[in-house]
């Protein structure tokens, strides 16, 4: 759902981190203003759990908007322009002024691990950090569950790329390929970040998998956590996007990005072409609002959703071909 910060050829003293505070119905928006100013086109959502609300899978309604600028673009009239794009947007739709804070690279990459522990995701996934054992953090929260006989643990170190599992979306995409992965299934998964899916799809028991993303830090990522979760061998990583994989007849097509380029992958980057007859594609980083579009946009590559799946504000949609179009278009 999110493109991670690239590789930067000098590297700079600092991170311009630009944040805004909205909610489901205002997050697309922001994200949109902001993302042409974003190193890389890169912009998180990110979303808390519900510290009050005893549903593992309750959200908080606020959704934090954040973007990076490296330092040497980093000027008065960047926030100006920032602060002015924000200030009309926010006339049509409530929104607070952004709040600018430097980061230091180090900082950035690592402030965010105080706040990552182990956690469950669906009925038998395990999400470990690689820098913190399970007795280490039960130490620290006796309320932590345990892992159990029958889980499969994730051991992630994510770095700068996206894909802790945190994520409402990344969770929903973890729950669909606990439910549709079968042992020996080729599977593609467009954005990889961290290589979280496509790890989980390995330990799964997925056996051809190549994992694609535009940016080195994530690939680099990617190529680290499978090596680390010893499922290297099955999972080829590349740098690249959708239109630079040949190969097609997948079993298990993944992508969890945001809704206005999943829109564009199907319409204009023949994403369905690359499911096998039976496959199953799995789309993710999709807000409420925007699923009738993506759906719309799902029907008319020939495809239909077989379901759907909501948590709060975000959906995500498994999706197969439409027999009776493709018939439709042979004849």
């Not at 790329?161 to 992965?181: K, S």
């Not at 097509?253 to 023949?270: C, D, F, K, P, R």
């Not at 699923?291 to 959906?315: L, M, N, T, Y």
């Amino acid at each position: 759902m999110v493109a991670a910060l690239s590789h930067y050829a000098l590297r700079p003293m600092y991170w311009l981190e630009v944040r805004v505070i909205t909610d489901g119905e205002g997050a697309e928006a922001v994200a949109e203003a902001l993302r042409p100013f974003a190193y890389n086109d890169g912009v998180v959502l990110e979303q808390l759990g519900a510290a009050s609300d005893p549903d593992p899978d309750a959200l908080e309604e606020a959704i934090t908007v954040k973007i990076y600028v490296p330092e040497d673009q980093d000027t008065p009239a960047l926030r100006r322009r920032l602060e002015e794009i924000l200030y009309h947007l926010g006339r049509l739709y409530p929104l607070p002024p952004p709040v600018f804070q430097r980061l230091e690279e180090e900082e950035w990459a690592n402030a965010w691990k105080a706040h990552y522990k182990p956690f469950r995701v669906g009925n038998h996934i395990w999400i470990q950090p690689s820098w913190l054992s399970v007795a280490e953090a039960a130490a620290e929260d006796a309320t932590l569950a345990t892992i159990g006989p029958g889980d499969v643990v994730l051991t992630l170190d994510p770095g700068m790329a996206f894909g802790t599992g945190l994520h409402p979306t990344t969770q929903m995409c973890l729950q669909a390929l606990e439910e549709v992965v079968r042992p020996g299934q080729r599977l593609l998964d467009v954005g990889t970040g961290s290589g979280i899916l496509a790890v989980a799809a390995a330990r799964l028991g997925a056996h051809s998998i190549l994992a694609i993303d535009s940016d080195e830090i994530a690939v680099k990522a990617a190529i680290a956590n499978a090596a680390q979760n010893d499922v290297a061998g099955r999972i080829a990583i590349r740098q690249g996007t959708l239109a630079t994989v040949q190969e097609q007849g997948w079993d298990l097509v993944v992508v969890n990005i945001l809704a206005t380029v999943i829109i564009s992958l199907l319409q204009e980057g023949g994403l369905l072409n690359y499911l096998a007859p039976d496959g199953r594609l799995i789309l993710s980083g999709i807000i409420d609002e925007q699923a009738p579009a993506v759906e719309s946009a799902i029907i008319h590559a020939g495809g239909q959703v077989v379901q759907s799946v909501a948590v709060r504000d975000w959906i995500t949609l498994i999706v197969a071909h439409n027999r009776t179009t493709a018939a439709h278009k042979q004849s």
